[in-house]
């Protein structure tokens, strides 16, 4: 717990801090396919959801981002008297790399990090029981920028390689879990 609130506060003080020194600040909003990986793997199918993002230029080739999604994947062909739901909401910071022309079309890559809030429901005939965890996870993403209005509106297209960690690291062979997501989003200048 004490990592995410850490992890929050620079958020708040890098957003805020920044645009002093800063020329434009970005929001955006993308929808996601999401295959799991790992354990997940095993008791979830590929899922979708969605995420909103704030990105703060730090210089030409630099960007800071914050965001926060919704993710939710089906389970598993289960018995007809059982489901299953699992859904994770991502709460992250990062940096992303620029490749390009600043007016132009650009390629990134980066890197994010952040706090991952799971829960899980299980359904079995009327009885219901849920479990929520909390994980520490990073992130490592690629994406294009694609120039779409003469307001600074922009295409977005890009993947990501989620990996989650909790309180023993990676050698914890129970918690092998992580995602693959696709997105495509909007994402203009305010």
Request: aromatic content about 12%; hydrophobic content about 45%; glycine content about 12%.
């Amino acid at each position: 717990m004490k990592k995410i609130v850490l992890l929050i506060t620079w958020a708040a003080l890098t957003m805020t801090a920044v645009p002093a020194f800063a020329q434009y600040t970005w929001f955006g909003a993308q929808g996601s396919a999401v295959l799991p990986t790992g354990d997940l793997k095993e008791i979830t199918k590929s899922g979708g959801g969605g995420t909103v993002h704030l990105d703060q230029t730090l210089s030409k080739s630099f960007q800071a981002r914050f965001d926060a999604g919704w993710l939710q994947f089906s389970s598993r062909d289960m018995p007809e008297d059982f489901s299953s739901k699992v859904r994770v909401i991502p709460v992250r910071v990062g940096l992303n790399y620029l490749i390009g022309p600043f007016d132009g079309t650009r390629f990134y890559v980066g890197g994010m990090a952040g706090a991952y809030f799971r829960r899980t429901s299980i359904t079995m005939g009327e009885d219901d029981e849920a479990n929520e965890d909390t994980f520490f996870g990073a992130a490592a993403c690629a994406g294009l920028l694609i120039p779409v209005s003469a307001h600074g509106g922009m295409l977005e297209i890009n993947a990501s390689y989620d990996l989650w960690f909790d309180e023993k690291g990676l050698d914890d062979k129970d918690m092998d879990m992580g995602l693959v997501r696709l997105g495509v989003g909007y994402r203009f200048n305010i």
